[in-house]
Nanobody, 123 residues
Framework: QVQLVESGGGLVQAGGSLRLSCAAS????????MGWFRQAPGKEREFIAAISWGGGSTTYADSVKGRFTISRDNAKNMVYLQMNSLKPEDTAVYYCAARRDTFARSTVRADYWGQGTQVTVSS
């Protein structure tokens, strides 16, 4: 049974930082590209960032480029999202996702999803 468990969300002031973590189990982690998505209230889920199975390639949404960094540790079956210079518009539930195929910035598609962690940025 595949599980993706996010942690690290919370309440932070604008300009602050948070680091999200995602622990994966039940799958051969190094075979999967990993991604982060988010969904704000009343909005559709959107792509944020992705990292290739080996960690050598990353992709970001324009809205977070230069502020967020995705990374992974295949020895620990973990993927991370370092979020800096947070803005109120970053408030959302953040989801970890795994996919054998490459993540596309324009689509919300994954083989497996986590349950999400809430990030709230106050102004």
């Amino acid at each position: 049974q595949v599980q993706l468990v996010e942690s690290g969300g919370g309440l932070v002031q604008a300009g602050g930082s948070l680091r999200l973590s995602c622990a994966a189990s039940g799958l051969t982690f190094s075979y999967y590209n990993m991604g982060w998505f988010r969904q704000a209230p009343g909005k559709e889920r959107e792509f944020i960032a992705a990292i290739s199975w080996g960690g050598g390639s990353t992709t970001y949404a324009d809205s977070v480029k230069g502020r967020f960094t995705i990374s992974r540790d295949n020895a620990k079956n973990m993927v991370y999202l370092q979020m800096n210079s947070l803005k109120p518009e970053d408030t959302a539930v953040y989801y970890c996702a795994a996919r054998r195929d490459t993540f596309a910035r324009s689509t919300v598609r994954a083989d497996y999803w986590g349950q999400g962690t809430q990030v709230t940025v106050s102004s």
